[in-house]
């Protein structure tokens, strides 16, 4: 037997406001029969165990979007535990237990050597190759493999702006280079 839904929505309008209490009321009134919603989609307890508790989390981060007007507060708790066991069933099916790609050497050729394969590209390498070695690579950290400045920033302990200027730089000095 559902729990009183009036009781229902004021409980979810009280969470809104961080009230605890109302949470825990709510939680001893509606987890079981959420988690038996959430079992009878996903077929297995610890996966609709879960779905309820992720409910019930994103109903405390998000009790103020229900709105009463729109629809009960046991529609709004139910479809909540529906979407979550929805979506850990749907990602179950993609996942392939037991598989672990092998550890194989990768025989491609790297980004930068992909790109100085042509004449542009080996004017690149020679203007590279004159810049100091820190400037160098820091410009192959970015632009080769990709990394944020930020993350340079990180990673070299270096403050973001030393970053970002040591970068321009060598960029400027490689357009001279290339343009000569």
């Known amino acids: 037997m559902p729990p009183e839904t009036d009781n229902t929505d004021a409980l979810i309008i009280h969470c809104a406001t961080g009230d605890h209490a109302a949470f825990r009321r709510l939680y001893d009134l509606w987890a079981p029969r959420l988690n038996g919603i959430a079992l009878r989609i996903t077929r297995q307890p610890a996966m609709a165990a879960d779905a309820t508790q992720d409910a019930f989390v994103q109903l405390w981060r998000h ?3 229900f709105d009463s007007e729109r629809g009960s507060g046991e529609a709004f708790l139910v479809t ?3 979407y979550r066991a929805l979506d850990l069933v749907r990602r179950a099916v993609r996942e392939v237990p037991g598989y672990e790609p092998g550890d194989e050497p990768d025989d491609s050729p790297d980004a930068l050597t992909l790109l100085t394969a042509n004449k542009d590209g080996e004017a690149l390498r020679r203007c ?3 810049l100091d070695v820190e400037r160098r690579r820091l410009v192959i950290m970015a632009f080769v ?3 944020p400045h ?5 990673r070299l302990k270096q403050p973001l702006g030393t970053i970002k200027s040591s970068i321009r730089r060598a960029l400027l000095s490689l357009r001279a280079c290339l343009a000569a």
């Not at 930020?150 to 990180?154: Q, R, Y």
Request: proline share 0%.
């Open 150 to 154: 930020s993350t340079l920033a990180v």
């Open 63 to 65: 009790a103020h979007r």
């Open 128 to 130: 590279l190759g004159l």
């Open 80 to 82: 909540l535990v529906r």
């Open 145 to 147: 493999e990709g990394l």
